[in-house]
């Protein structure tokens, strides 16, 4: 069983660094360990972590980074398997992390769940990391980054970044890979609606998965309305027009050509150094996002603000008290609050 | 010349009541100095604003709250000039409000282009608001959304917020309307690519303008696209699944259907509570909006924050430091700032 959780004990190596070095070494139960250090809460354990991930910035980046998406049912965990199991053919190194915040409901049996990628999990040149349970989204989001970045670290080429397509857990994904890939299914006529509105704009690379069998004009035929679909709006990118491919990741066709286009993505924004600028925006991006987070928990966390949150929401909401007379009454209580 | 700019003298008057009772009263000039004074960034006007807004809360509310939105040249303003004119027709009293981030580039020249809805100017029962200049997007729309407001409690019971299709500024402008009103235009194939992905998302009714003359054809074939592309997506509610008409503004075809389209949307969300839920939420969305705008405000405004911000976003931007690092950095100088 290679899916590794990390039990972290209260006794935190002494040295960062040395954790840091046996990270770069590719030690695996250090690697789960530290990012069992990264998610926990504790302000001692955040600063440790904070630390360690400054220790590694040096060794991250060299890395494709593939964010996968698509509704429930449509074989994300299939399709990243057979994807997987075919670059670790090519001697790639993957690590696959998972934001899922559906994963709360079903507390930590994700874990237990050995069905869900198993041949992918007994490869030593893999490492797969689910979802913290009972963890916001936010804050998943916030932990795989960095999770992501040890990986990298450990010598992970190639890093998948897993999550269902539930929303906003989409756009958290698609700012910290390189490459958006939605996966999407064989359907006809008034079954498809498949795809939420606004997420089909995140794709670098959509695909028609289950292309195979009884399924396969369907597949056609769907790739086909998503390729017209597409025409209809503006690019993501200048450089780069969204493709439309299918696949079937049980039968394994259409895996080299996902692969290539892969490649093709990835050395086009090489070498135009949009890949370069769409890193170092996701980073600014990423150090505000954390302000922001920091800055809201604080004012949330402070006990007068928590106190007149219902009261003011319940009038705001109907319509007894101006929105911006509430936000007022909130700020007031809390700038009285940190004067204290 | 009814596009009412309002000059703000500094003599605000003594009585904020009776500025509000004016407003009732529907008084154009007092409407137009309540915006200006809405508009204001002094705070002691910003607090007299709010005294304004808390005053005429209760008559908000009994509207028709309509978003207009598409990208230049669609035929935006023509389009609300004939709706409008065809609405007043029906002993509406109609206000326009602009939430327009370009028409800083332009200045004040806005406001003395006459040409732009000329017929919908010189009618009494009509209100033209364009935006305030320089402002930022953030804050020209949370004005607006206030603007709104004041804008019904003096009798206007259609407002049409109309934006440029720029990315956010739609976002915003949905937040605040219970409809939001997408434009496109006929094209042929690769003409196509108008809509920006993600804003087809946020439209309840998709329109293709210039559905007349030579376009008649082009239109109609753009129109059964873009219903085959929403095909492809799903439904941002259960109720209402977003028509898309043709219409030509110019020669004043379809817009009974338009109309209709929006008193059949109006009484199905009336009829559901959807609509009310949709404010409710708009509300609390709201109020929490003008707390993150205050806190980033706060944050930015900092001195010893604003002294660090480019040098650790270079470093964050360059991978010589942790996104993580540089956030702690920021707020670390933050609130040692506050502490002083």
């Given at each position: 069983m290679r899916r590794e959780a990390g039990v972290l004990t209260?006794?935190?190596?002494?040295?960062i660094s040395e954790m840091a070095n046996k990270v770069r070494s590719s030690d695996r139960r250090t690697i789960a360990q530290a990012i069992t250090l990264i998610e926990s809460t504790r302000p001692d354990h955040r600063a440790l972590a904070e630390q360690l991930l400054s220790d590694l910035l040096d060794d991250t980046g060299k890395t494709i980074r593939l964010g996968v998406s698509g509704p429930p049912g449509v074989g994300k965990s299939t399709f990243i398997e057979t994807l997987g199991l075919y670059v670790i053919k090519k001697r790639h190194k993957l690590a696959v992390l998972t934001v899922d915040p559906s994963s709360t409901l079903s507390g930590g049996s994700v874990l237990g769940d050995?069905?869900?990628?198993e041949r992918l999990t007994r490869e030593s040149d893999v490492f797969i990391r689910p979802s913290p349970s009972g963890s916001t989204l936010g804050g998943v989001a916030r932990r795989t980054r960095e999770a992501m970045l040890v990986c990298e670290a450990a010598g992970h080429d190639i890093v998948i970044v897993e999550t269902v397509g539930v929303g906003q857990s989409e756009t958290a994904v698609r700012d910290m890979v390189d490459m958006f890939i939605l996966l999407t299914q064989p359907a006809g006529g008034d079954e498809l609606q498949g795809i939420k509105r606004?997420?089909?704009?995140?794709?670098?690379l959509l695909i028609v998965n289950?292309?195979?069998?009884?399924?396969l004009n369907a597949a056609q035929r769907t790739q086909t309305e998503y390729r017209n679909a597409l025409q209809l709006l503006r690019s993501a990118?200048?450089?780069?027009t969204t493709p439309v491919l299918t696949c079937s990741a049980l039968y394994e066709i259409g895996i080299d050509a996902v692969w290539d286009t892969i490649n093709d993505y990835h050395m086009m924004m090489s070498k135009n150094e949009a890949l370069q600028e769409r890193r170092r925006e996701q980073a600014i991006a990423w150090m505000w996002a954390e302000v922001r987070d920091a800055l809201n928990e604080q004012f949330r966390a402070s006990p007068v603000v928590a106190d007149k949150i219902e009261d003011l929401e319940t009038r705001v909401a109907n319509g007894s008290l101006a929105p911006v007379a509430g936000a007022q009454a909130l700020l007031a209580a809390f700038s009285g609050d940190t004067q204290l």
């Open positions: 209260n006794k935190v190596p002494k040295e050995k069905t869900r990628m606004g997420v089909m704009e995140l794709a670098d289950k292309a195979d069998g009884e399924l990118s200048p450089d780069w």
